[in-house]
């Protein structure tokens, strides 16, 4: 399995499907390579079947999610970066190749409209597409998003710190209009001022308590198996580290997290992140309150980091959005449909079968 487009890159596909409703980080891409020339082998050579029986057969084939997505692939399906692949079982090269784009789309309430209008528009005859769902949850889909991030970005430049908050933020908040927020941005910055949302201040953008946290989150999560470890925005932190920031910041108590032993709060913290819940507490926190405040704030009021006062100033709240109660923090079941694209597939067995019948 190859993974294309990851997190919303461009691609400069022949027919791509326009995805632009979906938020970013809600589809992942899988490009996987099949060898028509193994499968007409097998169909004609081991089940013994005439090369037109082949062909309708092979036709019809419908691979699973497994073969589509799996980092493991076996025959006839193969995975390759090479600009000219070849079969690694039997050296055919292009012609006998053909490609199937899988979509991996999550399902919930930010995608469920634009997922049914996207495939109401697929052509329908000979089942170009294939329509696939697969029972998953909030804490598998976390941790695939959280992999798709890390290879997706160069944990060797430092401008990967701020690239993954985008993308969280992103994730949590696919309404914010992030690309712009971000546009020409040197700095993330914690901000002791804002209680909730976040605002820009020149080339940098300062986020309300909570956020700040679980961008940190994040960014140990990306990088705690990199080479330099749990690498943040404050710096190299342990996971010991990181949860004493999170407890002396107010973050642990804000969510709702008691407990005190250390692998106990990072699962709570982990199904807390995971979770598909809306942050509606949170969405209430931009628009002209905030705009006001920034307006009103002086330059150098804020302050880096998470060391010192962490509360938020309650002036700021105005006595709207309350805190979010404490939740129950479990897994939540999660819909995955997968749309398969099998237009090459269907072009190239055409030609293939062509060539085996003459
Ligand atoms: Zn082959």
Redesign the pocket.
Known sequence: MVVVVKLRMPTTKRRELNLTDFPPGTITEYTTLV?L??IF?IFTKQLGLAPRTAFLEIKRHAPTIEELTSPHTM??YFDSEEKHPH?P????TKR?LARFDTYRIEGGKTTDAARRALVKKLPKADDQFLVLEKKSDSRAVFFDWLDTLGRSLDLNDEAWLVDATRMFLERREPKTDWEEAFDGLRAVRYSTRLAEGWERDGGRLFLAPHLYSEALLVQYLVSRSHVHGGLTLEGRLTLLDLIRRLRYGGYLDQIGITEREPGEVFEKLIDHLASTHEWSPYRTARGSERVAAAKKAARGSERVGLKKSSKPSSKSRKGKAEPPPPEEMTTEPVKLHYLVDRRDFLDKVKTVYAHYAR
């Open positions: 060898c020339a193994c082998d025959r006839p079969c079982y039997c050296g055919s006998g």
